[in-house]
């Protein structure tokens, strides 16, 4: 038998699907994969399950329904100013992963380089790799996360076609300030390339921190797509209904991409995002405050229990120093998974988030869960802990 693609071959199956499963097999408190205890707005479900049963269930447009295309571009001008042409410039995708990799085939030629930065999701440098682009990868250092401005300028050259932007940034919690996004404006434009913003967590900011898109940046309107998702936006993370706004030039490729690889995405579900993306004010700025909460109930936690947090100030992650906890040549993996064993608690390996020599001694751990879940993991941490002293 032929193999399969070498490429995509070589990677293991994600991390994620790899921890979630021994959380499964130890009955262990899952702070792995990112989805929220929280089962989302009543009326979006709701809106969902009532159109299953009234509406009409066949292929909607494939640009997306009329309806959750307005309330994309409503949504662009009520928070960041942005005039967006709702026929034109909004694409509907199953989820913000389509949405990249929708940009990725759309935008990129066999030997065209993306910049972008580590630690990175995962998704985008195997889908990158595969259509015979390259990675760029920029790494930006912990505990601060800041930005190395001459390695990034560097990392620029004339087969530049994209930057990949994720911010507010999983897994580090990083919201790239204004000057930051302008550094990066200036050398997109002097080489002439195109920002694919992953913007999924925007409206998962805490405290003082300000998302500001990269598009809004001056030159930034023509050269940048901005990607969001609704699974994040109303913590429905397996609806998969994420939403593109770009300039019509550069959406028309993507779209191309979207119209071979799905076409569409469930019309219930549109319905229902439509509704959500109409809510108050309110809503939205409230999305924060009780995730930041979370956060710090997990952070007071862990350092009580000589487990270093590092700074974060958004998404659904914290990033934990475990380095004093590591056996002799034991790296973050093995330490994720011997913790599953013996602690009964799932964290992810920031080592998922590096193409090559990962920093080994930091893991993820997911705090969008309900207080009894974070104290569940807290209580066995602790026992693991006075065991392991
Ligand atoms: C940075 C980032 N981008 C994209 C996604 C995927 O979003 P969706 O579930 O809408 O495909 C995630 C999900 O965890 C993410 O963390």
Redesign the pocket.
């Known amino acids: 038998m032929k193999a399969g693609n070498a490429t995509l071959s070589g990677y293991g199956t994600t991390i994620f699907e790899a921890m979630s499963a021994l959380a499964r097999e130890h009955t262990a408190v899952n702070l792995g994969q990112?989805f929220p205890d929280d089962r989302g707005p009543l009326a979006v479900r709701r809106a969902a399950a009532d159109y299953v049963v009234d509406g009409h269930n066949q292929y909607p447009p494939m640009m997306g329904m009329p309806g959750l295309r307005q309330a994309v571009a409503a949504h662009d001008r009520r928070f960041y100013g942005l005039e967006v042409d709702w026929q034109t410039e909004v694409l509907i995708t199953s989820?913000?992963?389509?949405a990249?990799i929708d940009c990725f085939l759309g935008l990129l030629e066999v030997g065209d380089e993306v910049v972008m930065f580590e630690p990175a999701?995962d998704?985008y440098a195997p889908v990158i790799r595969r259509l015979g682009a390259i990675p760029r990868s920029v790494r930006l250092a912990p505990p601060a996360w800041s930005l190395p401005r001459e390695e990034l300028a560097a990392a620029f050259s004339p087969r530049t076609k994209l930057v990949l932007l994720?911010s507010p940034m999983?897994p580090a919690g990083k919201v790239f300030r204004r000057d930051e996004l302008e550094l990066l404006a200036r050398l997109i434009e002097q080489h002439d390339a195109i920002a694919v913003c992953?913007e999924?967590?925007e409206h998962l900011v805490f405290g003082d921190a300000q998302h500001v898109p990269l598009m809004t940046l001056p030159g930034m309107r023509d050269r940048a797509l901005r990607i969001g998702?609704a699974?994040?936006t109303f913590a429905l993370?397996g609806w998969?209904v994420?939403y593109i706004t770009a300039p019509a030039a550069l959406l028309r490729p993507v779209t191309k991409a979207h119209q071979f690889v799905t076409f569409t995405t469930p019309p219930n579900l549109q319905h229902a995002v439509a509704l959500g993306l109409g809510f108050d004010d309110a809503y939205f700025h409230g999305l924060g405050a009780p995730l930041a909460r979370s956060r710090d109930r997990l952070a007071a936690g862990l350092t009580a229990l000589d487990l270093p947090v590092l700074p974060g100030e958004a998404t659904y992650f914290l990033v934990i120093d475990v380095e004093r906890w590591l056996r002799p040549g034991e790296d973050d993996i093995a330490f994720c998974r011997r913790l599953v064993v013996d602690a009964g608690v799932v964290l992810i390996p920031m080592s998922a988030f590096y193409e090559a020599s990962p920093p080994g001694h930091l893991v993820r751990a997911c705090f969008c869960k309900e207080d009894s879940t974070i104290d569940a993991a807290l209580l066995r941490l602790q026992t693991w802990v006075s065991r392991s002293r």
């Open positions: 990112g989820g913000a992963t389509e990249l999701y998704t994720n999983n992953d999924v967590y998702s699974g994040k993370t998969k994420g």
